[in-house]
């Protein structure tokens, strides 16, 4: 019985700390895109988690550039998008 409580406290302390990480998304990606965000992490010392991130935001900052030089093309800031 000492034991089943010691493992049920293991168990929710572990439990816990997993529920205080960053949230994350499955991505589904090719293997060959998978193995290029590979090699550029490397190449960054980015995680790929990082460097998805910093990619997904520059293209979103292009966009934006992009947009604000055509007339009547409107892009939300990425903080009011929807997910």
Same mark, same amino acid.
């Given at each position: 019985?000492?034991?089943?409580? +010691?493992? $049920? =406290? ?14 994350? /998304? ?5 293997? =060959? ?5 590979? /090699?550029?992490? &490397? /190449?960054? $010392?980015? &995680?790929?988690?990082?460097?998805? $991130?910093?990619? +997904? ?9 992009? +947009?604000? =030089?055509?007339?009547?093309? /409107?892009? @939300? @800031?990425? &903080?009011?998008?929807? $997910?």
């Amino acid at each position: 019985m000492a034991l089943a409580l +010691a493992l $049920d =406290t293991c168990v929710e302390i572990c439990y816990n700390s997993y529920m205080n990480t960053p949230q994350y /998304q499955v991505l589904r990606i090719w293997k =060959t895109t998978h193995r290029i965000l590979r /090699q550029i992490a &490397s /190449q960054t $010392d980015e &995680s790929l988690v990082e460097l998805l $991130d910093r990619m +997904a935001r520059e293209e979103q900052q292009r966009i934006q550039r992009k +947009a604000e =030089t055509h007339e009547g093309i /409107q892009v @939300p @800031p990425i &903080s009011e998008q929807r $997910d």
